[in-house]
């Protein structure tokens, strides 16, 4: 069982996924763990002082705040890229043309990068340019004898991706009157089957609309996984 959760950032995705299991033991996941872990192994390389736990939210590090010029950009970026080949490996086409990529960034005078927007140009624009299912490549193992909570479903491709694998889809919506233009923070349209959270009255209140969400999903699942009737239920017709 795979749920995949959407929503922009600070909406609380992670709080809706770590509800999911503890109701239902689902392991979390995110697609962008391989991005925080190639980015703390490129500042670890390039001694920034910058953690794991920082890249991924895990301390009040700020992750919005620009830090690093253009030169310093790149080197981390080839580095992350280094990183993620050496686990998954990307074809050769791919893996020149990501660094290639990388290599055509240009900052504005004056402009710095966050970590955050370190993230948003290797997950999606250099990745998912050159191979737009690496990091949902990295699921399909894990679903195959787990139940798991996907936490950050950004893009259609991605949930397509999930759709076609029959996940629990969950749209979560906060208002944080936050603005980013990254193509990752532009929001997707849900349908019908897909639900719906409001993350506005507090904790207690979105616990219990997750756990009816599960309830229900689980409901439905029953109902449709109910056998037909076989023929050898009905008595045979009589000859003529």
């Given at each position: 069982?795979i749920?995949?959760i959407?929503?922009?950032k600070?909406?609380?995705?992670?709080?809706?996924?770590?509800?999911?299991?503890?109701?239902?033991?689902?392991?979390?996941?995110?697609?962008?763990y391989?991005?925080?872990?190639?980015?703390a192994?490129?500042?670890d390389k390039h001694?920034?002082n910058?953690?794991?736990?920082?890249?991924?939210?895990?301390?009040?590090?700020?992750?919005e705040?620009?830090?690093?010029?253009?030169?310093e950009?790149?080197r981390?970026?080839?580095?992350?890229l280094?990183?993620n080949?050496?686990k998954?490996?990307?074809l050769?086409?791919?893996i020149?043309?990501?660094?290639?990529?990388?290599d055509?960034?240009?900052l504005q005078?004056?402009?710095l990068?966050s970590?955050?927007r370190l993230?948003?140009?290797?997950?999606t624009d250099?990745?998912?340019?050159?191979?737009?299912?690496?990091?949902?490549d990295?699921?399909?193992p894990?679903?195959?004898?787990?139940?798991?909570?996907?936490?950050?479903v950004r893009q259609?491709?991605?949930?397509?991706?999930f759709?076609?694998r029959d996940a629990?889809i969950?749209?979560?919506?906060?208002?944080t009157?936050?603005?980013?233009?990254?193509?990752?923070?532009?929001g997707?349209?849900?349908?019908?089957?897909?639900?719906?959270?409001?993350n506005?009255?507090g904790?207690?209140p979105?616990?219990?609309r997750v756990?009816?969400?599960i309830?229900l999903?689980?409901?439905?699942r029953?109902?449709n996984?109910?056998?037909?009737?076989?023929c050898?239920?009905y008595p045979e017709?009589?000859?003529?």
């Open positions: 069982m749920y995949a959407h929503g922009k600070r909406v609380g995705k992670d709080t809706v996924a770590y509800m999911i299991h503890d109701a239902t033991g689902a392991m979390p996941y995110a697609l962008a391989p991005i925080h872990e190639s980015l192994y490129a500042f001694d920034y910058i953690t794991y736990k920082m890249v991924s939210g895990q301390t009040p590090f700020n992750r705040r620009g830090l690093f010029k253009e030169g950009v790149k981390i970026l080839h580095n992350a280094d990183w080949h050496h998954r490996p990307f050769k086409l791919e020149t043309r990501a660094h290639s990529l990388v055509q960034i240009e005078d004056g402009e990068w970590v955050r993230m948003q140009a290797l997950g250099i990745v998912v340019r050159v191979r737009p299912y690496y990091w949902l990295a699921v399909e894990l679903a195959i004898n787990n139940d798991i909570v996907v936490i950050d259609q491709h991605e949930l397509d991706f759709r076609s629990a969950m749209f979560v919506y906060r208002q009157n936050l603005s980013d233009n990254h193509v990752t923070e532009q997707l349209e849900p349908i019908p089957t897909d639900f719906i959270i409001h506005d009255l904790v207690g979105l616990r219990s756990n009816e969400i309830q999903n689980q409901s439905l029953k109902r996984a109910r056998p037909k009737p076989s050898d239920q017709s009589a000859s003529v």
